[in-house]
């Protein structure tokens, strides 16, 4: 049997909207991924998160804007960490614009208002295991 694929969920402490990315952690569990919940005030913590719990990918939930930042210097510590080959998924409140420039930056994808917790379970499941 082989080990779980392990996702990290990290969800700004100052965003107080936490239903979905709760929500898709349950889904997650169900569907055998071992699930990391976290709350953060800077990307570096979420990057230290990754390193310290080898998770293959990292969703970070937004539902009350300031997510470029957050996306920006996660995706830099990954790369300066060495850890680029982690799959950096995105969900809640982005607008189109945004998500077009995050995934040129290399976030894998964005799930927004809509989207089901299974396509996030697909993406994964195809792209890491």
């Given at each position: ?93 982005i607008p189109d614009d945004d ?31």
């Amino acid at each position: 049997m082989s080990d779980p694929v392990r996702v990290l969920l990290a969800k700004p402490a100052m965003d107080g909207h936490d239903r979905g990315i709760r929500y898709v952690a349950r889904k997650f569990r169900d569907a055998g991924f071992e699930v990391i919940f976290t709350n953060f005030l800077r990307a570096s913590e979420v990057v230290a998160t990754v390193l310290e719990e080898d998770v293959s990918a990292v969703g970070v939930s937004s539902s009350s804007g300031g997510h470029m930042p957050i996306f920006e210097q996660l995706i830099a510590g990954l790369k300066e960490s060495g850890l680029d080959d982690v799959m950096v998924l995105g969900g809640g409140v982005i607008p189109d614009d945004d998500e077009k420039l995050l995934k040129e930056w290399g976030v894998a994808a964005i799930f927004g208002p809509g989207a089901t917790a299974e396509d996030a379970i697909a993406l994964i499941q195809e792209t890491v295991g």
